[in-house]
C-alpha cells in the first residue's frame, strides 16, 4: 500500500538557518504529493504541492521538487524564521488509487531567535 | 467561505459519558474525513464519508465510536461511553475530488477533547 516516511523530529534550528526535511514516499500508482503545515492550535494547512515528476511545489520560502527517481520529496528552507516553528506533514494523494491522502508522522520544527 | 467548522473547540468530559463532535464541512465538498492526533500515533484517519455515504470506517478504534453525516453540511463523531485514552484533538477536513491529481484537504481548527 502507499506510505510516507519522515524524518524524524524535532528539528532544531537557529533563525536563518537552511531547513531541510526529508521525505519519501511509496505508491502503487501516479502520485500527487504535498506539505501541509499545522501551526501550534491550529489544523493543518497546505504549505505546497506537486501533481507530476520534475514538479517543484514553491510557497512562502519554501521549495519541495518531485523526484520520481529516488521517489523523494524534500522540503527546504533557504532562511528560516522563528514563526516557521511548527509541524510539518508531508503527503500523497495516489492518482491510481482511492484518491484519500496518506500522511507521514510529521515533523516538528522549532527555530530560536 | 468561512472554511471547515468545527464545534466545540474545547470539550472536558468525565470518563463514561458521552461526547458528540460536530462538523460543518466547505459548501461544495463532496469528501469529508474525521481525524484524531495524539502525540503517540500521530494523525489517525478515523472515517470518511464521500456523498454523505461512509466509505471507509476500518480506523474507528472500537464500538463506542460512532459517526455520521445526515447531509453535506454536517457531520458527527459520538463517542459513547467516553474513556480517557479517547483524549486527543478530533479534525474534520473536507475535500473536493474535482480536478483529478489536485486532492488538497481542508482542515478545521480541531476539538481538543479530555476525558478525566
Known amino acids: 500500500g502507499d506510505s510516507v516516511t519522515q524524518m524524524e523530529g524535532p528539528v532544531t534550528l537557529s533563525e536563518e538557518a537552511f531547513l531541510t526535511i526529508n521525505c519519501t514516499y511509496t505508491?502503487?500508482?501516479?502520485?500527487?504529493l504535498f506539505w501541509y503545515v499545522q501551526y501550534p492550535g491550529e489544523g493543518l494547512q497546505l504549505l505546497l504541492k506537486?501533481?507530476?515528476?520534475?514538479d517543484k511545489g514553491s510557497n512562502k520560502g519554501f521549495e519541495a521538487t518531485y523526484r520520481k527517481e529516488t521517489t523523494s520529496f524534500h522540503l527546504e528552507k533557504g532562511s528560516v524564521q522563528v514563526s516557521d516553528s511548527a509541524v510539518y506533514f508531508c503527503a500523497l494523494s495516489d492518482q491510481g488509487g482511492s484518491y484519500i491522502p496518506t500522511f507521514g508522522r510529521g515533523t516538528s520544527l522549532i527555530v530560536h531567535p | 467561505d468561512a472554511g471547515v467548522i468545527q464545534s466545540p473547540r474545547h470539550e472536558v468530559t468525565e470518563m463514561g459519558q458521552e461526547v458528540t463532535l460536530r462538523c460543518k464541512p466547505i459548501s461544495g465538498h463532496d469528501y469529508l474525513f474525521w481525524y484524531r492526533q495524539t502525540m503517540m500515533r500521530g494523525l489517525e484517519l478515523l472515517i470518511y464519508?464521500?456523498?454523505?455515504?461512509?466509505?471507509?470506517d476500518s480506523g474507528m478504534p472500537e464500538d463506542r465510536f460512532s459517526a455520521k453525516m445526515p447531509n453535506a453540511s454536517f457531520s458527527t463523531l459520538k463517542i459513547q461511553p467516553s474513556e480517557p485514552r479517547d483524549s486527543a484533538v478530533y479534525f474534520c477536513?473536507?475535500?473536493?475530488?474535482?480536478?483529478?491529481?489536485?486532492?488538497?484537504?481542508?482542515f478545521g481548527p480541531g476539538t481538543r477533547l479530555t476525558v478525566l
Open positions: 506537486a501533481t507530476k515528476a520534475d
Open positions: 477536513a473536507s475535500s473536493s475530488q474535482a480536478g483529478v491529481g489536485y486532492n488538497e484537504q481542508f
Open positions: 505508491a502503487t500508482g501516479y502520485p500527487s
Open positions: 464519508f464521500n456523498n454523505n455515504v461512509p466509505i471507509d
